[in-house]
């Protein structure tokens, strides 16, 4: 049977049919669909983990008891669950282990960008890149053979167009009966301290070897023997542009790109005249196929930064000279190839990203401007109030830096007040720590919780804190009020941050305190639940005194009425209206009724 499916629905499904039993992850675009999807089925336990740290634990565990277990993150997110990577590299495991990581060239939705596959060269272990919705299916069986095989976890690769992108996949039944687990006490595989762990080191290497032998014959690494003249060597979704921009000439399509495959590599490379890699961000390919004492062509000239494509590929097969090798030569098709085979198509028209109409947390980053403090923010829809009109944060480093930047900052003798901003998710996904190092080394700073009750950005997934589970159950919600009060903070305060008057009197009370302080702005994300839209606002233009107030809000539902610098008025569009007020509150002449 064929479905059409993303390449994350697809990885999900390749975990249904090769029998992963636990799966766990933190949700962070591009690969938040994974686990949404493997949730639909039930016969996989899934979890949104608090954080990737976490979620790795999770899964190591399981397989510690012989079940096949996937972990799912984004790039940033592998950061954050180095530490047991490392060392469930050293101890291996018993059922599958495998590592869905997915990059973000051109950093779409990240803070910045990074070439994961590094992380396999460091932890030595394998290291798998699926070109395609059907390859994702795939090689999630793929990776869980080898992972059982040579008693390592396996990292599976995928990349923002690999995961958004949609395809043909051939799917079946389940494949793959999970085992029953079982507990086996091996101290000496699982228990790392140094006298154990000296020993697992020397097998890691004689792994690493084994896996080198097996990168060089197994079949998702092969040759495609065209025109000889020019011969290409490619992974992950540039050998689909590959294919497309250079029609006829020789690929070796790496499937499995670490261990490398030398020998594969190095007669390749004896068939063929000249060799070109193509590879997005790092050289990661390049640099090794260099040792071998190959030199590629165009050595320095593909981007190290932002996503690869067709016109790039074109464009490099012109420095090069690769007409004849090139499938859309410069201007050929009318409409599509322009001056240099670059598209004359006009421009999308920008979308800058905004705060949504009535989202909760307008009223604080507005009222922030007042107190002339430092805003350390993180990583969440909220970094938007760091943008123009809010313009309220001055600094984002990574989740849950708005907690423990915002105390260096404080501890620097800075003469300002202090504010750190994160969000509920943010908060239980690495907040606490940076909280508890508050109250125990008694930071004199205020921590602004956003907390709308769901892991917004990424698409309104549960978390500790929401009382659901991923797999739609219910269960406890974790108290933010309460992990304060342990953590040695003794002045906290909820406020509803709609009611504009009230959030600028909590402010103005705790920004500055001597002692640390916890506030939690507390209202649902107005696309979960529009208990904010009682009725929605219009402005009265005889009253509006075009003084630009309301606009410094930043809500896409006010706009200006056509005019010059001075003729324009203020006006609301009622289709985005939410009925939150936050206009009404701001606006000195009673200009905007509800």
Not at 154 to 164: F, G, K, N, Q
Not at 260 to 283: G, M, N, Q, T
Request: neutral net charge; hydrophobic residues 35%; glycine residues 10%.
């Amino acid at each position: 049977m064929k479905r059409l499916l993303s390449g994350n629905e697809a990885f999900a499904r390749g975990a249904y049919e090769y029998g992963i039993r636990v799966a766990s992850g933190y949700p962070g675009t591009p690969s938040t669909e994974i686990l949404e999807n493997l949730a639909l089925y039930r016969e996989v336990y899934s979890e949104w983990s608090p954080n990737e740290k976490v979620a790795l634990e999770v899964a190591a565990g399981a397989a510690m008891t012989g079940v096949r277990a996937m972990a799912t993150m984004k790039h940033v997110g592998l950061n954050v669950a180095s530490d047991p990577l490392m060392t469930c590299s050293y101890t291996g495991v018993e059922g599958g282990l495998v590592i869905v990581v997915c990059d973000d060239p051109g950093m779409h939705s990240s803070q910045n960008e990074q070439d994961s596959r590094n992380y396999a060269r460091f932890a030595k272990i394998p290291l798998l890149e699926p070109s395609d919705s059907n390859e994702a299916k795939r090689f999630v069986g793929i990776a869980l053979d080898i992972s059982e095989r040579f008693d390592t976890p396996v990292m599976l690769r995928s990349t923002t167009r690999i995961s958004h992108s949609k395809g043909v996949v051939e799917i079946s039944e389940q494949r793959y009966s999970s085992k029953s687990p079982r507990w086996e006490r091996k101290p000496e595989k699982y228990l790392m301290i140094p006298l154990y762990a000296r020993k697992r080191r020397l097998l890691m290497e004689k792994r690493l070897e084994s896996l080198t032998r097996y990168s060089n014959s197994m079949s998702e690494n092969r040759t495609i023997l065209r025109d000889r003249s020019l011969g290409i060597i490619t992974s992950s979704i540039s050998y689909e542009y590959s294919e497309e921009v250079f029609p006829e000439a020789s690929i070796l399509k790496l499937g499995m790109s670490y261990p490398y495959p030398d020998e594969l590599i190095i007669s390749f490379a004896r068939e063929v005249k000249a060799v070109l890699v193509l590879e997005e961000l790092d050289p990661f390919i390049t640099e090794h196929v260099k040792a071998l004492g190959i030199l590629p062509l165009g050595d320095g000239f593909l981007p190290r930064t932002g996503e690869l494509n067709p016109d790039i590929l074109m464009e490099l097969g012109e420095k090069l000279n690769l007409r004849g090798s090139v499938s859309i030569p410069a201007g050929s098709i009318p409409g599509i190839g322009g001056k240099n085979g670059k598209s004359v198509l006009p421009p999308i028209p920008p979308r800058p990203p905004v705060l949504c109409p009535g989202c909760p947390h307008r009223s604080v980053f507005y009222l922030l401007k007042q107190h002339k403090a430092v805003v350390v923010g993180d990583i969440g829809c909220y970094s938007l109030g760091g943008l123009k009109p809010l313009d309220s944060i001055d600094s984002i480093i990574c989740m849950g830096a708005g907690v423990s930047a915002a105390m260096g900052v404080a501890k620097s003798g800075i003469d300002r007040p202090v504010v750190g901003i994160v969000g509920d998710s943010t908060f239980f996904h690495s907040g606490i720590t940076g909280l508890l190092d508050i109250g125990y080394n008694r930071g004199n700073l205020t921590i602004i919780v956003l907390d709308n009750r769901v892991t917004a950005m990424t698409g309104h997934q549960e978390h500790p804190g929401t009382g659901r589970t991923l797999r739609g159950e219910d269960t406890f919600s974790a108290s933010i009020e309460r992990f304060g009060s342990a953590a040695g903070i003794e002045r906290i305060r909820v406020f509803d941050p709609y009611d504009m008057e009230e959030t600028k009197k909590v402010l103005k009370e705790e920004i500055g305190a001597d002692e640390p302080v916890l506030l939690i702005s507390r209202r649902q994300c107005i696309l979960k639940s529009r208990e904010g839209s009682r009725k929605t606002y219009t402005v009265s233009s005889d009253r509006c005194k075009a003084c630009g107030l309301c606009m410094g809000l930043g809500c896409p539902a006010l706009e200006k009425t056509e005019g010059g610098k001075k003729e324009w008025k203020a006006q609301i569009n009622s289709t985005l209206c939410t009925g939150c007020g936050m206009c009404a509150a701001v606006c000195s002449f009673e200009a905007i009724e509800g």
